[in-house]
């Protein structure tokens, strides 16, 4: 089992930024690729950036040029830089870890972190 636990969420106006961590406790070792999703109010869940152990990160291209995607493997954390944030980022901003191919979806979740821009 892994628990994954979000953080840094928070309040900020527009243009400003925040950096999100995940940290991954439990069996660590099976972790292999990681992701970050998010919800806003009213819509589905979407994927805005993923990374494997070996740092291999992909952003989705509607976040590229704003949002950043590291991992810190001694720390068992990931980060997400999201810069120039815009009222419509505001949404609830969940990590993942371990995509099970089978089923097409992740297999650990974090109880996700709010993040509200004002404008």
């Known amino acids: 089992q892994v628990q994954l636990e979000e953080s840094g969420g928070g309040l900020v106006q527009a243009g400003g930024s925040l950096r999100l961590s995940c940290t991954a406790t439990g069996s660590i070792s099976t972790l292999n690729v990681m992701a970050w999703w998010r919800q806003a109010p009213g819509k589905k869940r979407e994927v805005v950036a993923t990374?494997?152990?070996?740092?291999?990160?992909n952003v989705v291209d509607s976040f590229k040029g704003r949002f950043t995607v590291s991992r810190a493997n001694a720390e068992n954390i990931v980060y997400l830089q999201m810069d120039n944030l815009q009222p419509e980022d505001t949404a609830a901003y969940y990590c993942?870890?371990?995509?099970?191919?089978?089923?097409?979806?992740?297999?650990?979740w974090g109880q996700g972190t709010q993040v509200t821009v004002s404008s």
């Open positions: 993942a870890a371990n995509f099970d191919a089978s089923k097409m979806e992740y297999v650990y």
């Open positions: 990374i494997t152990y070996r740092g291999r990160s």
